[in-house]
């Protein structure tokens, strides 16, 4: 890896993170066509830069997450889950890692996705706002978020499903999907880097730095956008853009 891949990948990162469309998997998809191979190192900077993207949530929402001690509550109970079938799961999910498999899991989620806009295109979804939901619903939003282990799955993607399925509408879906991001990747994250600790030096602290940096840029812009976005469209493009990568992924690999 050089710096110009460190760049690329941050950009990655910070673009996909928390659209529906699976980092993971466009991770695994950039790196296959950069020709990186899924050493130890990369695979700890692939997750090291998440911090940036994590960083860019709390940037944004730094004001609510001060004052809502309701809001942490939900999230945390909506943690839990993925937390206990994370680490039940984690040695066993690993052998999942790979392009078939990544798409395969964007075709598949960008079907439900448009299905299940088109099932709630006349329902009402009384939730507006991300802390006036259960916590019955939360541990509920954290089951499903637990289905993104698969990569290509998509974390936010499976989180916004699962929290409109229960009633919340896009924005508070969105937002509670970028939210719950926060202590699920710094788990996540902070497992995987003390486990490859070893494989972090000062010479690779560059790229790591410049892949933290643009990852950060990246997720700043791409939760704004995305929040102005659904405002007034529906999730449905980002299905047929599952779909779409899934099958020109699919045509190169088979």
């Known amino acids: 890896m050089n710096l110009v891949d460190s760049v690329i990948l941050g950009i990655v990162e910070g673009i996909t ?14 790196s296959h066509l950069l020709g990186l191979k899924q050493n130890t190192f990369e695979k700890t900077f692939e997750i090291a830069i998440q911090l940036g993207a994590i960083l860019a ?9 001060l004052k809502g001690l309701e809001l942490w509550k939900k999230l945390i109970a909506a943690f839990i889950p993925t937390g206990v079938i994370g680490l039940a799961l984690h040695s066993y999910v690993e052998e999942l890692f790979s392009p078939l498999v990544v798409s395969l ?5 960008g079907i439900v996705f448009i299905l299940m806009e088109i099932s709630l295109k006349k329902k009402e979804q009384p939730i507006l706002d991300p802390a006036e939901v259960s916590y019955s619903k939360a541990v509920l939003i954290g ?3 637990s289905l993104a282990m698969i990569p290509g799955t998509s974390r936010s993607g499976a989180t916004i499903i699962g929290s409109m399925l229960l009633g919340m509408n896009r924005i508070a879906a969105t937002e509670f999907s970028f939210l719950l991001a926060i202590p699920t990747m710094l788990a996540a994250t902070g497992f995987e880097i003390l486990k490859n600790f070893h494989t972090l030096s000062p010479e690779n602290g560059l790229l790591l730095i410049t892949g933290f940096v643009t990852a950060f840029v990246f997720a ?13 469209h529906t999730f449905i493009p980002f299905g047929v853009y599952r779909i779409i990568v899934g099958v020109i992924f699919l ?3 088979l």
């Not at 700043?220 to 929040?227: E, N, Q, R």
């Open 17 to 30: 993170e928390f659209l529906p469309i699976s980092s993971t998997g466009h991770m695994i998809l950039v």
């Open 57 to 65: 949530v709390v940037f944004i929402y730094k004001d609510r997450l």
């Open 105 to 109: 899991a964007l075709i598949f989620w």
């Open 143 to 145: 089951i499903f978020q």
């Open 220 to 232: 700043f812009l791409s939760v704004k956008w995305l929040l102005s976005f659904i405002k007034t």
């Open 251 to 253: 045509t190169f690999i």
